[in-house]
């Protein structure tokens, strides 16, 4: 396992911007880089309104396992309490693809019965999957700086962190996709013909089973699995095609 004594790393992080946003991009990067406490020092800026309540929102919105231990005017100290062996990294992906999955078929469901409720439910979820992958990022980011911690993270072999870390991306901007499906049709939901609506149901529940089935591919190694799954992904993507043409030609 990691000695977390061992890798306690600091930073400060000072800015002159007063852009609120321009100091969260800083401190997620500096926590995908496995500091263990982040200072912000204000003394040089003074934050544009509500700045401050944003950062606490990223904090706990997008930062897992961290915590404000210290506030003043002029600085904010974050300190991660994050232990990689409470989530090693394949069952974080899992959960990340689990996640990813239960937001598309909401919106399938949404579809069907033109519920306002569950988009609107599955737009903020995009958030929780958002804060999964800054961890696995994280950790993916010590293992590449420390191969010796490779098993505490529950991986075997250095080259899985680049498969690893190609998953929690596509997975990330698989629920990204899904989120904004549901921006983009919630709009629209009353305008929408009901066999219309399941046609585009059907073909969502279809490309969800297919990715779920690819997540398990990469974690269960099975080759034949993998080229199912590849004929089947090309089978939707060929539906799909046929119906937005359907569409256009209609």
């Known amino acids: 396992a990691v000695n977390a004594a061992e890798k306690t790393k600091e ?5 002159k911007d007063p852009d609120a946003g321009f100091l969260i991009r800083k401190a997620l990067a500096a926590y995908i880089a496995n500091y263990d406490i982040i200072r912000l ?15 606490r929102r990223t904090i706990k919105n997008k930062m897992a396992g961290s915590e404000i231990v ?6 904010i100290t ?3 309490l994050l232990k990689p062996a409470e989530f090693p990294l394949d069952k974080l992906l899992l959960r990340m693809a689990t996640m990813a999955l239960d937001m598309a078929m909401d919106v399938s469901g949404g579809m069907r019965s033109a519920n306002k409720n569950v988009f609107l439910d599955v737009i903020s979820r995009d958030e929780d999957v958002d804060k999964l992958y800054f961890m696995a990022s994280r950790w993916l980011t ?5 191969p010796g911690a490779l098993k505490g993270y529950g991986m075997k072999k250095a080259n899985d962190c680049l498969e690893y870390r190609m998953a929690c991306r596509n997975i990330e901007r698989v629920a990204d996709h899904v989120c904004r499906m549901a921006e983009r049709y919630m709009p629209v939901l009353d305008e929408v013909p009901k066999d219309l609506a399941n046609k585009y149901a059907d073909a969502l529940e279809s490309s969800g089973n297919v990715f779920i089935r690819s997540v398990n591919c990469l974690q269960s190694g099975s080759l034949q699995e993998a080229n199912k799954a590849i004929h089947d992904t090309r089978r939707a993507l060929a539906h799909i095609e046929d119906l937005m043409e359907s569409l256009v030609n209609s």
């Open 11 to 15: 930073i400060v992080i000072a800015i």
């Open 70 to 75: 210290e506030e003043s005017v002029n600085q």
């Open 142 to 146: 010590n293992m590449l700086d420390d």
């Open 78 to 80: 974050i300190q991660v």
């Open 41 to 55: 020092d204000l003394s040089r800026v003074s934050l544009e309104a509500g700045g401050k309540e944003k950062i």
